[in-house]
């Protein structure tokens, strides 16, 4: 803090950084620092009244209650935005909040204009929309008391290359072309109907229309699309009203430098160029509009852009949503058929979001947004809250900070409004960048040797004067006064970056940038760098660290806090698969792949995020087919086939029972283009339910079977035993013969003998004992 040398300075420093204006503050005739935490300048002497330490306050204005109902009020007392004014006073780096609210009303008039390109690839589809006037008044009344109708056409601008231009195509370009060979000539843009509540004139006006023909395949629908935006009293835009254009094509558009290829050079001016018949008269003079031109007219106008094309191009247009703030895309037939449902269900997806914006943003501040929807959990971050219903009310809490001081006496304004809406806040910011003590200044003050003016209690010297009252002039340089220019003892005086001149040090230009502090010791150019960018271009350096801005952070401030970007299409942070890390999502979900992680064929619940699409895209069931946001989330390509095949290894199997018993099965694959596809069997698998006679019979017929199987083997295991003990039976009984045969105990006591027999014993017995 020793760094600053004014109270100005010191407040630049840092938010809780404090200035003593005491003039008896610290040692006599030194150079006491007066930039320091509050509490320690208390600590040192300084008393409470003498310390400056602004903060920055907020104070609102103008605060008119948010209406609920459109109908219910003259249409220009509604109110969707609280509060409408606001008041800032900001001190450098110290933040100040405020709460938004945002609440569409029920019942707010719509302007809805219908944009057609009307090429040659276009004919089927205008015959499909021969009665959408009646239809769509129909349905909107329902949603609307008060709606209103418009109608214009497009093709290109009547230029080579872009269109036929030799003699013989003037009148009708499909001249000598066998398919079609009667159509108008070409044009840029045709304002036919002015917005009305009679919707047959709608009618009658489609009827009347004939498709024309340019050359290339681009259409000139981006000029059409500003005219229509810019034309605000031909076109009848209302001021208290949303504004709806529907872009109907099947081709991509023609972008800004296109038309240098046909000679026009001028770049769009961003002006209404509709001549007395109501057409683009400048389209053959200035080059097609940008994004940027293209975005900035239609949110200056408020409106809401809804690209209706064809599912080739779908992506295309999908990118260029993210770069036209309050455009949405949906898929449109071929021949137009879905246009009715589109616009409705475009319509329902616009009145269930709210997004802000920022105009007239000054640069010198930074703003942080977090949002808190329905769920009640404030998001860090996110400007936008889905998924809303008519009447909900929804809050933001808005930082802001100022990054530097301008000039004295500046006043900047800026003005937050929800994209489409009407209701804006306006915010008036002023800046404390002075301290209230520089109210007593004093001039060539005796204080300061009247050489210096006195200031929040330090003198500011007349040049060729230094020290602490100017007390001292330049070459009156002391030997003995080195010692107190040196930061630390051993340490170069002034840090060998300036000179010691009566106890002061006087620091050197540089130049790199600025060099100050008490000892020379900072420099606003030593700090860290990004892509050769001091602080990333995201913050301020200050003494070798760097002050991010809000909203950034790191050493470098290369890292953003914002969030927006990590929001995945159904509202959850980077899917609920990974993590945001510097305004990037970082998935970690083994698998997952996307800007948001929004892809993950591998992942355990792809198959059941996929099934709720596969329900309400192909059979209007599901979770995602009441609250209408099934054309919002669900914007996979689906091919239905009659037989599904599995042996794509790329691609993952799913399966889910539905809820009449039949099994769904469907694929789910990332093409290389990024694109999701499911492919899907047209209609569930349910088989043919068993006869009840049957069922009963096979029931039966197991039983007896498994009953006669089990006797079966009860009678084998009973035969093999009996076998067995028969053979151990005969085996005992066999042996029992042979010992009755053989063992003397079975014998009779008796032996009955011959004379012979006894004579021959004897006799053997006789010999014996001769011999």
């Given at each position: 803090?020793?760094?600053a040398?004014?109270?100005?300075?010191?407040?630049?420093?840092?938010?809780?950084?404090?200035?003593?204006?005491?003039?008896?503050?610290?040692?006599?005739?030194?150079?006491?620092?007066?930039?320091?935490?509050?509490?320690n300048?208390?600590?040192r002497?300084?008393?409470?009244?003498?310390?400056?330490?602004?903060?920055?306050?907020?104070s609102?204005q103008?605060?008119?209650?948010?209406?609920?109902?459109?109908?219910?009020?003259?249409?220009?007392?509604?109110?969707?935005?609280?509060?409408?004014m606001?008041?800032?006073?900001?001190?450098?780096?110290d933040?100040?909040?405020?709460?938004?609210?945002?609440?569409?009303?029920?019942?707010?008039?719509?302007?809805?204009?219908?944009?057609?390109?009307?090429?040659?690839?276009?004919?089927?589809?205008?015959?499909?929309?021969?009665?959408?006037?009646?239809?769509?008044?129909?349905?909107?009344?329902?949603?609307t008391?008060?709606?209103?109708?418009?109608?214009?056409?497009?093709?290109?601008?009547?230029?080579?290359?872009f269109?036929?231009?030799a003699?013989?195509?003037?009148?009708?370009?499909?001249?000598?072309?066998k398919?079609?060979?009667?159509?108008?000539?070409?044009?840029g843009?045709?304002?036919?109907?002015?917005?009305?509540?009679?919707?047959d004139?709608?009618?009658?006006?489609?009827?009347?229309?004939?498709?024309?023909?340019?050359?290339?395949?681009?259409?000139?629908?981006?000029?059409?699309?500003?005219?229509?935006?810019?034309?605000?009293?031909?076109?009848?835009?209302?001021?208290?009203?949303?504004h709806?254009?529907?872009?109907?094509?099947?081709?991509?558009?023609?972008?800004?430098?296109?038309?240098?290829?046909?000679?026009?050079?001028?770049?769009?001016?961003?002006?209404?160029?509709?001549?007395?018949k109501?057409?683009?008269?400048?389209?053959?003079?200035?080059?097609?509009?940008?994004?940027?031109l293209?975005?900035?007219?239609?949110?200056?106008?408020?409106?809401?852009l809804?690209?209706?094309?064809?599912?080739?191009?779908?992506?295309?247009?999908?990118?260029?949503t993210l770069?036209?703030?309050?455009?949405t895309?949906?898929?449109?037939?071929?021949?137009?058929?879905?246009?009715?449902?589109?616009?409705?269900?475009?319509?329902?997806?616009?009145?269930?979001?709210v997004?802000l914006?920022?105009?007239?943003?000054?640069?010198?501040?930074?703003?942080?947004?977090t949002a808190?929807?329905?769920?009640?959990?404030?998001?860090p971050?996110?400007?936008?809250?889905?998924?809303l219903?008519?009447?909900?009310?929804?809050?933001?809490?808005?930082?802001?900070?100022a990054?530097?001081?301008?000039?004295?006496?500046?006043?900047?304004?800026f003005?937050?409004?929800?994209?489409?809406?009407?209701?804006?806040?306006?915010?008036?910011?002023?800046?404390q960048?002075?301290?209230?003590?520089?109210?007593?200044?004093?001039?060539?003050?005796?204080r300061?040797?009247t050489?210096?003016?006195?200031?929040?209690?330090?003198?500011?010297?007349?040049?060729?004067?230094?020290?602490?009252?100017?007390?001292?002039?330049?070459?009156?340089?002391?030997?003995?006064?080195?010692?107190?220019?040196?930061?630390?003892?051993?340490?170069?005086?002034?840090?060998?970056?300036?000179e010691c001149?009566?106890?002061?040090?006087?620091?050197?230009?540089?130049?790199?940038?600025?060099i100050?502090?008490?000892?020379?010791?900072?420099?606003?150019?030593?700090?860290?760098?990004?892509?050769?960018?001091?602080?990333?271009g995201?913050?301020?350096c200050?003494?070798?660290?760097c002050?991010?801005?809000?909203?950034?952070?790191?050493?470098?401030c290369?890292?953003?806090?914002?969030?927006?970007?990590?929001?995945?299409?159904?509202?959850?942070?980077?899917?609920?698969?990974?993590?945001?890390?510097?305004?990037?999502c970082?998935?970690?979900?083994p698998?997952?792949f996307?800007?948001?992680?929004?892809?993950c064929?591998?992942?355990?619940?792809?198959?059941?995020?996929?099934r709720?699409?596969?329900?309400?895209?192909?059979?209007?069931?599901?979770r995602?087919?009441?609250?209408?946001?099934?054309?919002?989330?669900?914007?996979?390509?689906?091919?239905?086939?009659?037989?599904?095949?599995?042996?794509?290894h790329?691609?993952?199997?799913?399966?889910?029972?539905?809820?009449?018993?039949?099994?769904?099965?469907?694929?789910?694959?990332?093409?290389?283009?990024?694109?999701?596809?499911?492919?899907?069997?047209?209609?569930p698998?349910?088989?043919?339910?068993?006869?009840?006679?049957?069922?009963?019979?096979?029931?039966?017929?197991?039983?007896?079977?498994?009953?006669?199987?089990?006797?079966?083997?009860?009678?084998?295991?009973?035969?093999?035993h009996?076998?067995?003990?028969?053979?151990?039976?005969?085996s005992a009984?066999?042996?029992?013969?042979?010992?009755?045969?053989?063992?003397?105990?079975y014998?009779?006591?008796i032996?009955?003998?011959?004379?012979?027999?006894?004579?021959?014993?004897?006799?053997?017995?006789?010999?014996?004992?001769?011999?």
């Amino acid at each position: 803090f020793g760094s600053a040398t004014s109270c100005a300075e010191c407040l630049l420093i840092h938010p809780s950084c404090a200035w003593c204006a005491q003039e008896e503050f610290g040692a006599a005739r030194t150079l006491t620092s007066r930039c320091d935490l509050k509490q320690n300048l208390q600590k040192r002497g300084c008393e409470a009244q003498f310390v400056e330490s602004p903060r920055s306050t907020t104070s609102v204005q103008k605060s008119k209650p948010l209406s609920s109902k459109g109908s219910e009020q003259t249409q220009y007392d509604v109110v969707q935005i609280h509060p409408q004014m606001v008041s800032l006073s900001l001190r450098p780096g110290d933040q100040a909040s405020f709460e938004v609210q945002v609440r569409p009303v029920e019942d707010y008039p719509v302007d809805l204009y219908y944009l057609m390109d009307l090429s040659l690839s276009m004919n089927d589809d205008l015959d499909n929309i021969r009665n959408l006037g009646t239809k769509l008044a129909d349905k909107m009344r329902q949603l609307t008391s008060n709606f209103r109708l418009g109608f214009g056409s497009f093709v290109d601008k009547n230029v080579s290359p872009f269109s036929y231009t030799a003699p013989k195509y003037q009148d009708n370009p499909c001249n000598g072309y066998k398919l079609f060979p009667k159509c108008v000539p070409t044009f840029g843009f045709r304002h036919l109907l002015s917005l009305t509540d009679k919707v047959d004139r709608f009618n009658e006006e489609v009827l009347k229309q004939m498709v024309s023909r340019n050359r290339d395949a681009p259409e000139g629908g981006f000029d059409a699309i500003l005219q229509a935006a810019v034309c605000k009293e031909r076109i009848g835009w209302r001021k208290e009203a949303y504004h709806l254009l529907v872009f109907a094509t099947d081709d991509v558009p023609h972008l800004a430098l296109d038309g240098k290829l046909g000679g026009l050079v001028q770049p769009h001016d961003g002006q209404c160029h509709l001549n007395g018949k109501n057409e683009y008269s400048a389209s053959d003079q200035m080059d097609y509009p940008s994004l940027a031109l293209l975005g900035e007219k239609l949110a200056e106008n408020n409106i809401f852009l809804i690209f209706a094309v064809t599912k080739r191009h779908y992506v295309l247009y999908k990118n260029l949503t993210l770069l036209i703030p309050g455009t949405t895309v949906e898929i449109l037939d071929q021949d137009s058929k879905n246009v009715f449902q589109l616009i409705i269900n475009a319509y329902s997806n616009i009145r269930s979001k709210v997004e802000l914006s920022v105009w007239n943003h000054p640069e010198d501040l930074s703003l942080a947004f977090t949002a808190t929807c329905t769920d009640g959990r404030p998001q860090p971050g996110l400007r936008k809250c889905a998924d809303l219903k008519i009447g909900d009310t929804v809050t933001f809490n808005v930082s802001v900070e100022a990054r530097t001081c301008p000039a004295p006496g500046t006043r900047h304004s800026f003005t937050i409004k929800p994209v489409g809406f009407k209701d804006r806040l306006e915010v008036a910011v002023d800046y404390q960048c002075d301290c209230s003590c520089t109210r007593f200044t004093q001039a060539n003050s005796s204080r300061c040797s009247t050489v210096g003016t006195y200031s929040c209690g330090t003198c500011r010297c007349e040049p060729g004067y230094l020290g602490a009252v100017c007390e001292c002039q330049e070459g009156e340089a002391g030997g003995g006064q080195q010692n107190e220019c040196r930061e630390a003892e051993g340490k170069q005086a002034c840090s060998g970056r300036g000179e010691c001149i009566c106890s002061q040090c006087l620091c050197y230009e540089s130049e790199f940038g600025k060099i100050y502090g008490r000892f020379c010791e900072c420099d606003d150019f030593s700090c860290a760098r990004h892509k050769g960018i001091l602080c990333s271009g995201h913050g301020e350096c200050h003494c070798g660290e760097c002050k991010c801005h809000a909203g950034y952070v790191g050493d470098n401030c290369n890292c953003s806090t914002e969030t927006a970007s990590c929001i995945s299409d159904d509202g959850q942070m980077c899917s609920g698969r990974g993590n945001c890390v510097c305004g990037q999502c970082q998935c970690t979900e083994p698998g997952a792949f996307g800007d948001t992680c929004e892809k993950c064929p591998t992942c355990p619940d792809a198959c059941s995020t996929k099934r709720e699409c596969i329900e309400c895209r192909l059979f209007n069931s599901g979770r995602l087919a009441d609250n209408q946001t099934c054309q919002r989330l669900c914007k996979d390509e689906i091919i239905t086939v009659d037989t599904l095949k599995t042996d794509d290894h790329n691609a993952v199997l799913c399966l889910y029972k539905t809820e009449n018993d039949c099994v769904m099965k469907f694929t789910y694959s990332e093409h290389a283009s990024g694109q999701s596809v499911l492919t899907a069997l047209k209609e569930p698998d349910c088989g043919s339910a068993p006869d009840a006679l049957t069922v009963l019979l096979a029931v039966v017929g197991s039983i007896l079977l498994v009953g006669i199987v089990l006797l079966a083997i009860w009678k084998l295991v009973i035969t093999i035993h009996d076998r067995r003990e028969f053979a151990r039976f005969q085996s005992a009984r066999s042996r029992a013969r042979y010992e009755m045969a053989s063992n003397p105990l079975y014998k009779q006591p008796i032996s009955h003998h011959t004379m012979e027999t006894v004579f021959n014993m004897h006799g053997k017995s006789y010999n014996g004992v001769l011999h």
